[in-house]
């Protein structure tokens, strides 16, 4: 799955009220913080916490941890990436005021699911690469049958985290996260798309398909990252709806960013072998429409007027 955002980020006005929550407004401090600096601060939260995690002391119900597993495990969510994917958990609780700390580990959640998606992606069964983030990849480092077992225990591990005591979240709110994640990740949602995407290499889909594969494939985790904040908050089904929509959007910009890049930039700016989509005949919506309308904000869904924004950094509290 693709994990290099490309230039994803919407410029941002003053005073700017979500087009995700109309009751919602967040007045733009010119001080504030640049939305590249959040992203790092946020990835390094993560990584912190992630590395936290995957320490060799096993938690208590395990028997053990296997150094060589837990080693690639750790090479696999520690090997760089700008965590998009936790920074949109975390934004979306806080525009919701929802709690920081569960917001940071149901992020580190969703990066273990995101990175076994990476481990499994890289193995020769699937697209075959040797190289991710501009490393060896977890099977090339380790090798194919530790990569499995590696990808299999961040997947579960994911659901270990978010229903943790340490997660402090009422219990409803937990399941509603590991059915929310589980759809995402599963047979309707990452995986399949997954599926469908191998499918595509033998046999072209058309526009709707395409996007039906990417909104599974890309868009599905995006997706519950965005939603997730509205379920850490306890915000109502409207509040959810909205965000899953604005995921929506962002995971088929995201996707259209990544097919551009594959085919516009190279190895050593990627981190990772280019050009392969289109040597192996993949259905990308780039392919299918070309450069120039991909280029287009609208392309995305996205409205290309000037007002549009990244999610607000106000906390807004229901009475």
Request: charged share 25%; net charge negative.
């Amino acid at each position: 799955m693709p994990e290099h955002m490309g230039n994803l980020a919407p410029a941002i006005d003053n005073s700017v009220a979500s087009p995700l929550a109309p009751c919602q407004t967040a007045p733009m401090d010119a001080n504030r913080d640049t939305f590249e600096t959040r992203l790092k601060n946020n990835a390094r939260e993560i990584e912190a916490l992630l590395d936290a995690l995957l320490l060799p002391n096993a938690l208590s119900d395990e028997i053990a941890r296997p150094e060589t597993l837990r080693g690639a495990m750790h090479y696999a969510v520690l090997n760089g990436g700008k965590r998009l994917r936790p920074f949109l958990v975390v934004e979306s609780a806080a525009l919701l005021g929802g709690d920081a700390q569960a917001a940071l580990r149901i992020g580190a959640a969703l990066e273990c699911v995101h990175c076994y998606s990476l481990v499994h992606d890289d193995l020769p069964a699937m697209d075959d690469d040797d190289m991710r983030r501009g490393k060896p990849t977890v099977h090339v480092k380790f090798d194919e049958a530790t990569a499995i077992l590696a990808g299999d225990s961040l997947l579960t591990y994911a659901f270990d985290i978010v229903a943790a005591p340490e997660t402090a979240l009422p219990d409803i709110s937990k399941a509603s996260l590991v059915l929310a994640l589980a759809r995402g990740a599963g047979l309707g949602g990452m995986a399949g798309g997954q599926a469908l995407d191998l499918a595509a290499e033998k046999q072209a889909p058309d526009e709707d398909g395409i996007i039906r594969l990417q909104a599974m494939k890309t868009g599905a985790l995006i997706r519950f990252a965005c939603e997730a904040g509205a379920i850490i908050a306890g915000s109502p089904q409207d509040d959810r709806q909205r965000l899953r929509a604005f995921g929506e959007k962002i995971g088929l910009a995201f996707q259209l960013a990544d097919d551009i890049l594959d085919l516009t930039s190279d190895a050593a700016t990627m981190g990772k072998a280019t050009g392969k989509d289109a040597a192996r005949g993949k259905g990308t919506l780039v392919a299918l429409h070309g450069m120039e309308w991909a280029a287009r904000p609208s392309s995305a869904g996205m409205s290309p007027t000037p007002r549009r924004c990244w999610l607000p950094t106000a906390r807004v509290h229901r009475p």
